[in-house]
């Protein structure tokens, strides 16, 4: 099983330009998750989706918007990147309200 | 809002050397999950623990959740150079299921 797959892995954009990450997970779990993780800030959650066609925000979700595509795929999109949303970005996977997080490898976006 | 603080923030030692990272929430948790980072890669899920006082091991590593469920560690036994990584707890609290993680505590072993 690939678990939770993430695309692309690396990826630089100009200030304003667009970009969907794309996530697929193939455990049949309900819950998708969308973080980034910022140097010594840990994982903050930007989005997430309990099941298919539900999408709730979370800690830090300005500038960002998501798609439950179906059961397995939850992307993130953003609209006109800054160069605040220079991170890592991984998306993760859970049943819901049980077990822990299954995270996909991550994609590392800079925006300049 | 819940607050999950972890300390220490980094831990260098010796090969062979016993570490120690404690996890402290603003809130009762409802369990806690502990995951590893290592450098470069992505958190993978360690242990969940539940019930209050709850003491789990895994060869090396001892995980313990406290009798109030607002504290958690994790102990290493004997690091050895695979240990290094930034290990992370995380926890839901307040009737959510979403945990909210601690900013992580980064092991460094030197050889």
């Known amino acids: 099983n690939a678990g939770v797959t993430q695309t692309p892995k690396f990826q630089v954009l100009k200030t304003g330009q667009s970009m969907t990450l794309q996530c697929a997970q193939d455990m049949n779990h309900n819950s998708m998750y969308w973080y980034r993780q910022d140097p010594g800030m840990g994982l903050r959650l930007i989005y997430y989706?309990?099941?298919?066609?539900?999408?709730d925000k979370g800690e830090v979700p300005n500038g960002y918007n998501v798609s439950r595509l179906n059961k397995r795929e939850f992307s993130l999109r953003l609209e006109s990147a800054a160069p605040s949303q220079t991170s890592v970005y991984f998306c993760a996977s859970s049943e819901t309200g049980s077990g822990g997080y299954t995270f996909g490898s991550g994609t590392r976006l800079t925006v300049v | 809002g819940q607050q999950v603080m972890q300390i220490p923030q980094y831990q260098h030692v010796q090969e062979g050397e016993d570490f120690t990272t404690y996890c402290n929430s603003s809130t009762t948790l409802s369990n806690i999950q502990w995951y590893k980072q290592r450098p470069g890669g992505h958190p993978v899920f360690l242990i969940q623990l539940v019930k209050s006082g709850e003491v789990k091991k895994q060869k090396r590593l001892t995980f313990q959740f406290g009798e109030a469920k607002k504290n958690s560690s994790l102990h290493i036994t004997a690091t050895q150079t695979t240990d290094v990584g930034t290990y992370f707890c995380a926890g839901p609290s307040g009737g959510s299921y979403i945990p909210t993680f601690g900013r992580g505590t980064s092991l460094i072993v030197h050889p």
């Open positions: 989706s309990a099941s298919e066609g539900t999408t």
